[in-house]
């Protein structure tokens, strides 16, 4: 709630599977720019090739192919663009993301002129910031301008506390779609708790999804409806 309501942008740091693109859109909802755009865009998800149309936009005929294509600031414009595993994203862009940031002015590949553009850029990576830049793989200006104010969210192994919690948020979600009353078994509850959760609250939430699915009338997870990858990696740890 505090980081909500100032206008900086904000880089997450965090393991994947924390939850960081939900942190970001908890911010801009509970933020100033609830009612405009929330644009998210996976920097790994993109090819290198069409990175730098897809968030600056095109101008038509710049390129063989090229046509008039809104950006990712465009569509933000009054609202958050989250930027999610921003070190994915090529060292040579980035210096072109940092002047968009700096002077508030977009200009598509091919146009002459910008665009001002009044967008609040959230933006997640999955690595130690220092690192990435020591490895190259982000520019200390642009971190400094990205980074306002940060936030790291732990590895779910780091706050036991919220694993059964979490695991009953995913648990009533899942018996709302289905009309059920599922719980979660005492001995299931231990497991999780000694668990190590390499995969965050990705993990958590898929395997409460899994076992939901193979329940017949029983209303209770037990080990037994467990996936037999998570069951596997149980019994090597106690080898």
């Not at 996976?42 to 038509?60: Q, R, W, Y």
């Not at 002015?105 to 020591?134: C, D, F, Y």
């Not at 000694?194 to 993990?203: F, K, L, P, Q, S």
């Not at 076992?211 to 409806?225: F, G, P, S, Y």
């Amino acid at each position: 709630e505090t980081l909500a309501y100032t206008d900086s942008n904000v880089l997450i740091y965090g393991e994947t599977g924390t939850g960081k693109e939900i942190v970001a859109q908890s911010l801009h909802n509970a933020s100033p720019r609830r009612n405009k755009p929330f644009i998210a865009q996976n920097c790994a998800a993109i090819p290198d090739a069409l990175m730098e149309s897809i968030i600056f936009g095109t101008v038509k005929g710049s390129f063989t192919g090229a046509v008039d294509r809104v950006g990712l600031f465009e569509q933000a414009d009054g609202g958050t663009l989250l930027l999610d595993e921003l070190n994915s994203m090529p060292m040579h862009l980035q210096p072109k993301l940092l002047r968009v940031l700096e002077e508030g002015r977009v200009t598509r590949i091919g146009a002459q002129t910008g665009k001002k553009v009044n967008v609040r850029v959230v933006s997640t990576v999955n690595q130690e910031p220092t690192q990435l830049m020591e490895e190259g793989k982000l520019r200390e200006d642009l971190f400094y301008r990205l980074c306002r104010i940060s936030a790291y969210i732990p590895p779910l192994r780091e706050r036991k506390e919220d694993i059964l919690f979490l695991a009953d948020v995913f648990i009533q979600q899942q018996n709302h779609l289905n009309h059920r009353q599922i719980k979660l078994s005492r001995e299931v509850a231990d497991l999780f708790m000694a668990y190590r959760w390499d995969g965050n609250v990705r993990e958590l939430k898929n395997l409460i999804e899994s076992a939901t699915e193979v329940l017949k009338l029983e209303d209770e997870i037990r080990l037994e409806h467990l996936s037999s990858y998570f069951m596997t990696k149980m019994k090597k740890r106690q080898m």
